[in-house]
């Protein structure tokens, strides 16, 4: 039995229906990156300053999560975040499209302690002479993370974000999982709506490729533009 | 509480080993299975294809390149689609296990593959060329000197995809194979009053494994230590 190719169902419904899902995906990894970079960047801060109760549940908060699947605490988001979230902030997410929600919340935590390590390995990796030369100036700890090392921090940890991104860009497929509409979920109903599984599977190989080597692309860019000034 | 709901000596072994009594393993038993597939095959193919991708062969470098620039920019899920619903459009016939072991084996193949090659370039130029000037052979040196070398600065990198492979494993329960996350979603639909408790001792299982496994791989990374267990063998 061979299978009968027909390359041209991509422009008709099932192309709409993949390029939707490309949206919903890009709209996954627009929200799961912020959120993961505002948690990520204070427990990374937080792991790297120490201190006697946050250190410790910032560390707790980091290998649990990097050493469990992301795709179980989406399963466990989405059937717990009704008993865990305050009611209103469910119903707010039940309108709003819970699904989605739960992904993101689960996903953006995941992330989240991934890129706490980045930014811990970042700090750590400043040379000591920049915290005592920005204290023996006078800068208050603040001022001194502002301007002295968050800006060598974010030079150096540009290639490792990029790959968390990429790393983002993957994960997303996994809300699939609890019916979020994305670029796998799409391939998978064309497959089963139409029998067009090779085609529609091949399209969203090829939109996977493309945005990740795009963004692994632009982030070299930037980091060699960010370098460009800094003797090797 | 939900505790003892979820907790019952029937869900625990359920969850430990699937119905094992009636012949089919599954849960943590089954990750386990898959998890060891994955790593020793992904292990295997990663050498292969880094030990091409650090060779000064175009043709050896040119399809190891590809191979792994388009599985490490593809996720996971995709590529157990394509070796699940795909090859019965061809009249060929999938098994769960199958194309589960066979995804999870490319796919960390090509991470472990760029490990392996930053690997051997960590490997000093020097025993390199006193192993030429001995009379070895190119793969004998590649072989024999430069990935034992190569093995102790690769363990931690290792341990991290190693960890991941075994947290990948929980992506077969999206085709219906009864894993330890199906078992733990069985469950889950039957109580569907305890979602907390579930899926917390689900993620705490997968913990422990992971847990267990990077401390093995800290014993191996002691050089010492390693020659002592396993030199003696």
Request: charged content about 15%; some cysteine.
């Amino acid at each position: 039995m061979s299978y009968q190719y027909n390359w041209s169902i991509l422009w008709s419904d099932v192309g709409l229906g993949l390029l939707r899902g490309t949206l919903v995906t890009l709209e996954l990894v627009g929200w799961i990156l912020t959120l993961a970079l505002i948690i990520g960047v204070p427990v990374g801060v937080l792991r790297w300053v120490g201190g006697r109760i946050l250190s410790p549940l910032c560390w707790a908060y980091v290998e649990f999560i990097r050493n469990t699947p992301a795709l179980v605490q989406i399963l466990f988001w989405y059937f717990s975040a009704a008993y865990i979230l305050p009611r209103p902030v469910v119903l707010v997410l039940r309108d709003w499209n819970f699904e989605f929600a739960a992904s993101v919340i689960a996903l953006s935590l995941y992330h989240g302690a991934f890129i706490a390590e980045v930014v811990r390995a970042g700090l750590q990796a400043i040379p000591k002479g920049q915290y005592d030369a920005a204290r023996s100036l006078g800068l208050r700890f603040r001022q001194m993370l502002r301007w002295v090392i968050f800006p060598q921090v974010f030079r150096i940890t540009v290639p490792s974000l990029t790959n968390e991104t990429v790393s983002v860009i993957k994960n997303t497929s996994l809300a699939l999982a609890v019916g979020v509409t994305e670029l796998t979920y799409q391939a998978k109903y064309i497959d089963a709506y139409y029998f067009r599984g090779v085609e529609a599977l091949a399209a969203a190989t090829a939109i996977y490729l493309v945005l990740c080597l795009a963004m692994a692309g632009v982030g070299a860019l930037y980091s060699r533009s960010l370098s460009r000034h800094v003797k090797a | 509480m939900g505790w003892a709901q979820v907790l019952t000596v029937d869900n625990v072994i359920r969850l430990l080993v699937g119905d094992l009594r009636r012949g089919e393993p599954g849960g943590l038993l089954l990750t386990l299975g898959m998890s060891v597939v994955g790593i020793i095959g992904g292990t295997v193919v990663g050498v292969v294809v880094g030990v091409m991708r650090a060779s000064t062969s175009r043709w050896l470098l040119v399809p190891s390149f590809l191979y792994v620039q388009l599985l490490r920019n593809i996720p996971l899920l995709v590529v157990i689609f394509w070796l699940y619903f795909i090859p019965p459009h061809f009249g060929i016939e999938t098994s769960k296990f199958f194309s589960v072991s066979m995804a999870l084996i490319v796919f960390t193949g090509a991470y472990i593959a760029e490990i392996v090659r930053s690997g051997i370039r960590s490997v000093a130029p020097g025993t390199v060329e006193a192993a030429q000037s001995l009379g070895l052979k190119p793969l004998q040196v590649r072989l024999w000197i430069v990935l034992p070398q190569a093995f102790f600065a690769m363990i931690p990198a290792l341990t991290g995809r190693y960890i991941t492979t075994v947290k990948n494993t929980a992506l077969a329960y999206l085709i219906g194979f009864s894993e330890v996350t199906e078992i733990g979603r069985e469950i889950n639909a039957r109580l569907m009053t305890a979602p907390i408790e579930v899926y917390t001792t689900v993620l705490i299982m997968y913990f422990g494994v992971n847990r267990c496994l990077s401390a093995l791989m800290r014993t191996l990374e002691d050089r010492d230590r390693f020659r002592r267990v396993f030199i003696r063998l």
